[in-house]
């Protein structure tokens, strides 16, 4: 896809949910373990799950599941009877669930203040404002692409709306390549601490343990993704 066409759609995916999940909410007890999410990016209903870890300043390990994925769909099913997306596990609680509002309210009265943000809580209007982000970009984070899986899982610092963050997620999830997600939207106080890291607050930021990488810019991490773990870019 064209870089301006790439980027001016992500934008707009951010559009029909108002940058859900731009700033972090009201915050509750933290967990001890990291939270585990099986998804794609472009499923609608995983989308309203992102924003919520957003808003709620969780960090999660994203197994991703593209179509025709041979990785993690099959663990889905072995954990809940069916591939059915999102799956969230939470390890602190020994809790497994599906269906995306299931989850949401889950996580809100779990780490938040047990109330569900108005955006994530208007029924048949969330689910068609977040339908609608996912069809402006409906190819994108959705299939599988041939890949060599990362022996250990890369780390991504994001927020939810994020234009740039969102095309470097898709292009983890055409990958199925895992990693740990930690969200850092406006207001969150981990930011202090990603910036002693990376130098400035700005996202996407990769981080690949695999070959001491550490980068920002959307383009230059789908680049670097392609080319080491894209079996057409290996």
């Not at 108002?18 to 001890?32: C, D, I, S």
């Not at 499923?43 to 957003?54: G, I, Q, T």
């Not at 779990?110 to 977040?130: E, F, I, K, M, N």
Request: neutral net charge; proline residues 8%.
């Amino acid at each position: 896809m064209n870089r301006v066409l790439d980027v001016a759609t992500s934008i707009s995916a951010s559009l029909p949910r108002l940058f859900t999940g731009y700033a972090v909410g009201n915050l509750g007890k933290r967990p001890e373990k990291t939270l585990e999410l099986y998804e794609f990016e472009s499923c609608p209903y995983c989308r309203k799950v992102r924003e919520a870890l957003s808003i709620l300043d969780l960090d999660a390990v994203i197994y991703p599941c593209p179509k025709r994925g041979p990785r993690f769909r099959a663990e889905v099913v072995r954990r809940g009877g069916k591939a059915q997306f999102p799956y969230l596990v939470d390890p602190n609680t020994g809790k497994e669930r599906y269906e995306s509002d299931d989850i949401v309210h889950y996580l809100f009265e779990t780490y938040g203040d047990g109330r569900v943000p108005l955006a994530l809580s208007a029924g048949v209007l969330t689910d068609l404002t977040a339908g609608l982000a996912s069809a402006l970009r409906p190819t994108r984070g959705t299939y599988y692409e041939a890949s060599t899986p990362p022996e250990k899982s890369l780390e991504l610092y994001s927020f939810e709306p994020s234009p740039f963050s969102r095309i470097v997620r898709e292009v983890l999830c055409t990958l199925e390549l895992p990693y740990l997600l930690h969200n850092v939207a406006k207001g969150s106080p981990r930011r202090e601490d990603f910036v002693a890291r990376s130098g400035k607050m700005m996202v996407p930021y990769l981080i690949d343990p695999n070959t001491s990488t550490e980068m920002f810019e959307s383009a230059d991490i789908e680049t670097y993704l392609r080319q080491t773990y894209g079996r057409d870019g290996g």
